[in-house]
């Protein structure tokens, strides 16, 4: 039996998990604003520009940041842009 892929309509689990806080936190209002103007390949290189900046664990040894920083990489940001844009046109 083929394995299901994607989570909740994404291409992964932290893909939904950093769309969910953008939409539901109001500290992303900004990013979504961003949206109406930039295009979604710049949008997608702010976004995940601010989540690693943000990481609380950046620039850290250890295995809970070895497995942050690759929870991050895994987010595809493009896809995020996409929707955040397509959202704006609607």
Known sequence: M?????YNGWGNYQTWRVALALGN???????RKQAES???EELGE?????????????????LYADLLDEALCAVDWQEIAERLRDDVED
């Open 38 to 40: 930039a295009a979604a």
């Open 2 to 6: 083929p394995k299901e892929s994607g």
């Open 46 to 62: 702010a976004l995940k520009a601010r989540f690693i900046a943000e990481s609380p664990l950046a620039g850290r040894p250890g």
């Open 25 to 31: 936190e109001e500290r992303y209002a900004d990013l």
